[in-house]
């Protein structure tokens, strides 16, 4: 998640506030909690896709954005695939049971505990290659492509689902992206008061059951066309919200933000195998507090990792990032 131009902080801000919203979905969603799944499924990961579209680069060739995504991307999803699976194959071993190698070599759906969040590495990776295949075309084939996608999802789920590495799911997740890319034009235009409007009207509509949490790895896009517009819409809130935000923020603290979010792409790897680890060692913890935990413990890892000399391989990112304290000198 990092990235060779100048960095927003605002951005980087939304980044770590959607992967926070990661972990904490998959803290409270495992306990049945349906006030989770209202206010998180909703949004933490479209958000993800909006911005990708939000940041879009419209003169970066296919090549191009092929080696940037498997840096960024897959390199990671390949050095954790391997560290966590070690580790876990080891404990399951020990326990006298295997690893389900095929399950975890297709990536995707298929994968269970501790690999939840791989699959939305692999669909942002092939819902990006396919919007910046499809750039050389009208633009009205990428939506085109994107809404037949999304009438698949609300049909046939499982025929998304069953492609490995969740690229089915990639093509009715590039709506997002879509999204992002048509927002970032219109939103130097907005009021100030449409960045509340859109999370506040929202909400409403989450709230009333109007429109349904997304579950995007299962193929399921909520309600038809409502969840999509509803997820897009508090993207785009989101983005005005934490713009006007930093736009006051001191410049220490958006230097720690954005150093959080540059190495969150870990933080996204590693959590459910804590949540997995925390279950074995401690039982029934208060959500709180395995939450809490688990997003301390991923986050040290992360930046413990990203200051040895394979720290660009498990982030994703540069140069390895100075995360200092707000207050610190």
């Not at 498997?70 to 404990?91: F, H, M, N, S």
């Not at 193929?219 to 409502?226: A, E, K, L, R, Y």
């Not at 000399?309 to 707000?326: C, E, H, W």
């Amino acid at each position: 998640m990092g990235s060779t131009r100048k960095r927003s902080a605002a951005i980087d801000g939304l980044r770590v506030l959607g992967i926070v919203a990661i972990v904490a979905g998959h803290v409270w969603s495992d306990r049945s909690n349906d006030l989770a799944r209202m206010g998180l499924y909703t949004w933490h990961v479209p958000v993800f896709f909006f911005l990708s579209g939000y940041l879009w680069a419209h003169d970066r060739s296919l090549g191009v954005e092929f080696g940037k995504r498997v840096r960024t991307l897959l390199v990671p999803y390949g050095a954790w695939l391997l560290l966590i699976g070690a580790v876990y194959g080891a404990y399951l071993w020990a326990n006298a049971q295997t690893l389900h190698v095929g399950n975890v070599l297709l990536g995707g759906s298929y994968m269970g505990a501790p690999f939840f969040a791989f699959w939305f590495v692999t669909a942002l990776f092939g819902a990006c290659l396919l919007l910046r295949a499809l750039q050389r075309f009208p633009v009205w084939l990428p939506w085109a492509i994107a809404n037949a996608g999304l009438a698949v999802a609300y049909l046939a789920p499982d025929a998304l689902t069953a492609v490995p590495f969740s690229l089915g799911v990639a093509v009715p997740a590039m709506i997002f992206i879509l999204a992002g890319m048509l927002f970032r034009r219109i939103a130097p235009k907005l009021k100030k008061w449409v960045a509340v409007a859109l999370v506040a009207g929202s909400a409403a509509l989450v709230v009333t059951g109007l429109a349904q949490p997304l579950d995007m790895k299962q193929g399921d896009f909520g309600t038809p066309v409502i969840s999509v517009v509803v997820a897009s819409a508090i993207s785009a809130g989101l983005v005005l919200l934490l713009e006007r935000m930093f736009a006051a923020t001191i410049p220490r603290a958006a230097r720690f933000v954005t150093g959080a979010a540059t190495i969150g792409l870990a933080v996204v790897f590693t959590h459910s195998a804590f949540i997995l680890a925390l279950s074995i060692i401690a039982g029934d913890l208060p959500s709180v507090l395995q939450f809490v935990i688990v997003l301390l413990v991923s986050w040290s890892l992360a930046y413990l990792v990203s200051r040895t000399p394979l720290g660009s391989v498990f982030t994703g990112a540069g140069a390895a990032p100075r995360i200092r304290r707000p207050g610190a000198g």
